[in-house]
Nanobody, 119 residues
Framework: QLQLVESGGGLVQPGGSLRLSCVAS???????IGWFRQAPGKEREGVSC????????NYADSVKGRFTISRDNVKRTVFLDLNSLKPEDTGVYYC?????????????WGKGTLVTVSS
């Protein structure tokens, strides 16, 4: 069964940091991995994506300079480092896998991890 499992969410104060992890049950060598988030009452939005080898990355304008995506294919894990967190970063964060490139449809999704930014 092909699964993605997110972890690392939690409650953090504004300005704080978190590291989210996305662990796959399958090899990630052929997949780009994206991170998405959904805030309460809002639609899901793309946050960041990383290519198969890690050589290409992209970010939503709202998180550029604050979030960093990386991957370790040996460990089948993709990370999202969240820094300088703001209350508007609150939401459920999901990782998803797309075949080969970030522009492909996401084929597999995790169940999400909740990030709450609040004082």
């Amino acid at each position: 069964q092909l699964q993605l499992v997110e972890s690392g969410g939690g409650l953090v104060q504004p300005g704080g940091s978190l590291r989210l992890s996305c662990v796959a049950s399958f090899t990630l060598d052929y997949y780009a991995i994206g991170w998405f988030r959904q805030a309460p009452g809002k639609e899901r939005e793309g946050v960041s994506c990383i290519g198969r080898t890690g050589g290409s990355t992209n970010y939503a304008d709202s998180v550029k300079g604050r979030f960093t995506i990386s991957r370790d294919n040996v460990k089948r894990t993709v990370f999202l480092d969240l820094n300088s967190l703001k209350p508007e970063d609150t939401g459920v964060y999901y990782c998803a896998a797309a075949r080969y490139v970030c522009n492909s449809d996401m084929a597999y999704w995790g169940k999400g991890t909740l990030v709450t930014v609040s004082s």
